[in-house]
């Protein structure tokens, strides 16, 4: 994992951070670039200069510049085997991704009018409620971002319904893929730093992504 893509015959692949860091925001930023259009390609591609310059939309030597920026801060990897995007339909895949995303088993993919696409460990009638709400907090943030990111400096998107002890309950993360935005709600410990948030949203943006 540790090798250097730029030097190695190696397959290009995001981490679960990078991946997070893609989609937890809708600002344009070539790294954040670079992430949406690698996570578009049906498989993990071999690494060359001519990828880094698709994928970033730069000059060779500032692709090469920015691929090794992304390495170095673990947002991408060299992998010795290649790797095939999730090929079963949103509907199958949601319920097996979403349970291991949090410690209770217990997850929610909403979109942006407030409808869930799919849900693990929660009733229907509670997922329904959760999504609707995940678009209003969409909205109260949408309202009051300059007040939150610029005159506060808080970076962070995400709500949460903390307890006593300041720990969430449950969490309401924004993903923006495309000219889309979902909710992704996990109820206790949030666990993103793994392969199957990668997978999640690999399949999110083969289907909503801008190419």
Do not use: C
Request: charged content about 20%; aromatic content about 10%.
């Amino acid at each position: 994992m540790s090798d250097y893509i730029v030097t190695d015959n190696l397959y290009l692949g995001a981490t679960p951070g990078g991946v997070f860091y893609a989609v937890q925001s809708d600002e344009p930023e070539p790294g954040r670039q670079f992430i949406h259009q690698l996570l578009q390609e049906d498989n993990t591609p071999v690494f060359s200069e001519d990828v880094a310059a698709r994928l970033s939309g730069l000059r060779r030597k500032r692709a090469l510049e920015l691929t090794h920026w992304l390495q170095e801060a673990g947002l991408i990897v060299g992998l010795e085997q290649q790797e095939a995007a999730p090929q079963d339909t949103l509907e199958q895949l949601l319920p097996r991704l979403l349970r291991p995303l949090s410690d209770e088993g217990r997850a929610i993919l909403a979109e942006s009018r407030g409808l869930y696409l799919g849900s693990a460990g929660f009733l229907h009638e509670a997922a329904e409620e959760l999504a609707a709400l995940s678009a209003s907090l969409a909205g109260v943030y949408s309202r009051h971002r300059e007040l939150l990111k610029g005159n506060l400096g808080y970076p962070q998107h995400a709500w949460g319904l903390i307890d006593t002890s300041g720990n969430s309950e449950i969490g309401f993360w924004p993903l923006y893929i495309g000219s889309s935005r979902f909710t992704l709600i996990i109820a206790g410990v949030p666990q993103l730093n793994q392969p199957v948030f990668r997978q999640l949203i690999w399949a999110l943006e083969r289907r909503y992504g801008t190419g």
